[in-house]
């Protein structure tokens, strides 16, 4: 079998990790993190090829994790696809000012989500 990407879904929502991971599992090696710092120790031991960054988040914020993320410049070239429901213009300059590649607001359409991750991973590459 050949070496699939790997992804990293962040997200505290359980109902939003699930989903993620039963739409891209038959493509990709889905990984699941619930908190930000649970998100920070996945970026050490799995190295994904993408993550999926959810904003609101009990213990750190997406954009906290972010920030983290981009202090160790062996993580800093992952690229991040922002998936939350914030719709603020706001929220989406600030993912992009913190080098996110992609911002997706929930409930997203699944192709969609696909169609950005296969992007980004091919422009990463």
């Keep these: ?10 997200d505290d929502s359980s109902v939003s990790l699930q989903v993620c991971k039963g739409l891209l599992s ?11 710092k649970m998100a920070l120790v996945a970026l050490v031991r799995v ?4 993550i999926l960054l959810d904003i609101e988040m009990p213990d ?11 202090k160790d410049l062996s ?10 429901s914030h719709t ?5 300059i600030k993912a992009m000012g913190q080098g996110a590649v992609d911002y997706i607001v ?8 696909r169609t950005k991750i296969k992007k980004a991973l091919k422009a990463g590459s």
């Design 75 to 84: 993580l800093k070239g992952i690229p991040v696809i922002f998936v939350t």
């Design 1 to 10: 079998m050949e070496n699939r990407k790997v992804v990293l879904v962040v």
């Design 88 to 92: 603020s213009g706001q929220f989406v």
């Design 106 to 113: 929930k409930p997203f359409v699944p192709e969609v989500l």
């Design 60 to 70: 750190m914020t997406g954009f906290e994790v972010m920030e983290e993320k981009n």
């Design 26 to 36: 038959g493509e990709y090696d889905v990984r699941l993190a619930k908190s930000g």
């Design 47 to 50: 190295r994904p090829d993408i």
